[in-house]
């Protein structure tokens, strides 16, 4: 079973604060990857990396920016956060084959 | 390109019945496929897959689905519904080929009656 970790859980922020939510997993997957789900939505692909110092943007537009450094840690970061940035934002790897783990996610609201 | 169309953004059951979520894909390219739960305030967890091989695959819990390639299905099914079913399902679905990202329907939640 593949162990991957989101913090914060919940997060609620004023608007204009920078904010970087963490995804670890160690599984030692090269690629990962960050979703944006508001609720009862589908899931967007936002941004996703295919190893180390590799990152590409998704088929949905984001002001959020990510970094890859190591192979376990892509950490996702808004310079500025506003309202329009409330939502859940989920990150998942995989080793191939498609088949993808995801973890808890991150509950974003900005007020 | 691929796309997912899951009929129905509810469905309601009663314990002990069967449970039928259903799945139209869209694919250029031979799919793979796959169906995910979400529990509230979780992410998703994988049910089941379809890459290669026998048409009717088994996940965990008693889920089934099957690919049918002629009416572009991949409905999952399970014989008999329990309370621990109620979730939110997503249906998804990737090329076989070059990049590996998945693209998903937009969800049923199932409620079960007691």
Redesign the interface.
Known sequence: EAD?Y?TP?YLVIGTGKKITLECSQTMGHD?M?WYQQDP????H?IH?SYGVNSTEK??LSSESTVSRIRTEHFPLTLESARPSHTSQY?C?S?A??????????T?LTVT | AQSVTQLG?HVSVSEGALVLLRCNYSSSVPP?L?W?VQYP??????LL?Y?TGATLVKGINGFEAEFKKSETSFHLTKPSAHMSDAA?Y?CAV?ANFGN???T????T?LTIIP
Request: hydrophobic share 30%.
């Open positions: 991957i989101q859980r690629k990857y009862g939505m589908e899931l692909l996703y998704g088929d989920l998942a995989s191939g084959l498609r088949e993808q783990y995801f973890g808890p996610g509950r | 953004s793979y796959f995910y305030n979780q992410g998703l967890q994988l897959k890459t939110e997503f990737s590996e990202k998945l998903f329907g937009t969800g939640r």
